[in-house]
């Protein structure tokens, strides 16, 4: 049977590390769906769209990658893709306390679906969404990061606002 | 002298996790009152009058149990109410981290009143107010992690609002 | 292709957590191999031959199950076996610490095995080896925890020992 | 050469815990340089120039302490002011995953500052600007844990509005 | 009905931290039976018969404490002696790891028997009898860690042991 | 005046990731003295003497490192060589609950010495020595985890031991 997992997230942007899971997780799954979690309550930098074309850009070269979006539980959309797996990767024990409950939940949830664990490497450690975001926001080099197509939108969006400090208030 | 131990939090709203922890409790405490927080600047999915009925719904076959509510400092409400304890449960390392900083500040303002941890059973570990609101939002079964009653209300909440995903866009 | 996985440990008994976590793999894997670490300088409650008659009497049931021992390093195993996968348990913080560690150096050794995550059932997260050995030690009631054989054995290997304390010297 | 550290935080406002860091570091640095960080996406409880004030009264009696303010990256701020080091506190775990991560992309973007941890004197572990300001707001006791000109300020900012519950909603 | 608690422990020897738990909890429980483990198979610094003879003398001032000794499962002695707790202190992280499987598997033996956390005082948080030991080894100052009986019995073991380093080996 | 750290340790042997730590200290630091600590208890692999062999070989190009010995308390010694500083590696989150202890009870015994940590680099998150020994026993490559020197002895310690598993019994 094909091993099946879904490797759901926000994906605002997709960073290096996330590609880094995708490649390691391929090496266990015969087929892997990124699956943008599409919540309506929450804003993000790049619309669901933009997510989605950053992905495809990113996983282009890998046949058996499908990107998705979905909304509602992970567990219904993980059986109604017919998934073995939901893909994680864990890069810091604050990562894990957070996806050790999710993971209990949704296998309360449903029982079908297990929770895989991947780690990132060592050079992701630090590169969350949102750190980057904030490094990009004050005109950090976020190169070799996120894949090129990211840098390049992420740059659009701050444009020239990243101007650094003018210092003390007399 | 009786033992009276508070037991503080916004119960918005109750668990099976909490019920546990006011089940073990009596076994130490000869009196818990268990108090909700009230905090006008932070609303919750439940109004207080709400969490109130659910409580008494829930804890009704205790005699020496008490609901109420409060603001200001959980020590000085405490103190009002003549507690040695005041109740926590412990499920997580995360838990731990923020129940250990409150403890040592309480204990500061209020040498008198001890903290007292009990852990949460097994079965209750990952059912917190909030991940539970989340998994019903989505229509997820929460059959066993709350009373009956508050199952009850949080369906009618969420009412017909929880469809799942539609996929992908184009 | 074919998945297949290692699942390395000392296995000094095998437990009802170690069973759980076969059975999850076997849902992302086609094959897993039990491996018994074989450590010379480390004497174990039981013989390599005892841990394989338990382990082999215990999963007898899976006919894509296979147990072995190995000596030496865990990735040169798994890469002699051609598995993708090297699979491991997790529990609690304190696990996760340990095991970052080593899937880092693992990695580092041979970046074609993948260090795979599976998380323990809630039910066994207490059951390590090592504390059910000196629960049994002391006459505690290990029902439940280990397989029937294992019981069985262990009752033996501590025999009459586990009497009760006496109390207060003088 | 002579050695600097920058001292980079919000200080909303400075507590006696960021005082013990400061006097701390000078044993190791020649000059601290305490840097409020000015981000105008997030409103604090005193303003930059409060703040300023509040730090100044507080640390007027080192020569060798300058207090500035900045915005943008911490790194480019740490360049610019010719410092070695980045100063930072630990007093806990969650601190210490926050940090970790920070210090991590702090040396990807500059690779020529270090970042040094000095350990919070036990009698502040629990004294965070945040968990002071919550227990000033309720009427509590904050003595002995901000400088005398600090909790003045705080006094009149939470002025009366600190009255104790009324009790149970009927 | 009065509440007792045992308190177990290898109290080798008692230190203030333990003697902090030990007022804390008095004013939870009625009766604290401080209990030493009677581990044959582990030798300590003291023997069992002198950490009796230090207990009894640091806390003869509490009329509601007694000191015993057991060996064998601690839930077993809790029942045997008619106790609702079992009493432990908490003083860090890798503290609470422990304490929370120990917990678990007490629970799975015993239903009966709560495991109940106080928080050490902070002044104590280092105070481990290990570490003590190790520090008086050495010919550190121990003054105010430990009860006068017992740093008078620990400089006796350790006597002029203490000479500092010689220096480099050429 | 010139700002001196030891940094203690026991360097059986030392690692790249120690001599990273050295690195970053003497960015902050004038001088730094690295202090294999003697505890005649402790049988390690290397004696101590080849130990000083290899960190003066690792360490020859820095003009303002001391390789030097010691036994006895850490502050004494730091107290003794007129340092105000200890230096150590922070790795990981185990890492830092030990650390944390220990310069608890170091400022406790003296108060003049403050522990100043600086962040392995990612690179060497993994590399401790014993992790190193275990791996090179086996036959693992230690290849660019160690100095030159180091590798060599280990390989000549280790020999033609590090044969791999011959598989399962029977």
Known sequence: MKKIAIYPGSFDPVTNGHLDIVERGLKIFDKIIVAILHNPGKKGLFTIAERVQMLESALKKFSNVEID??????VEYAKKR???GILRGLR????FEYEFQMALMNRKLNREVQTVFLMTGLRWIYTSSSI??????????INGMVPPLVQQK?????GK????????PT
Chains 1, 2, 3, 4, 5, 6 share one sequence.
């Not at 979006?69 to 992970?74: A, E, I, K, P, R």
């Not at 992420?154 to 701050?158: A, D, E, L, M, V």
């Not at 606002?161 to 003390?168: F, G, M, R, V």
Request: proline residues 0%; aromatic residues 8%.
């Open 132 to 141: 980057i975001k904030e490094a990009a926001q004050f005109g950090g080099n």
């Open 161 to 168: 606002k990243s101007t650094l400090a003018k210092q003390k």
């Open 82 to 84: 017919k998934a073995q």
């Open 154 to 158: 992420i740059k659009k969006k701050f």
């Open 69 to 74: 979006t979905f909304n509602g539980l992970t």
């Open 92 to 95: 810091a024990m604050s990562d």
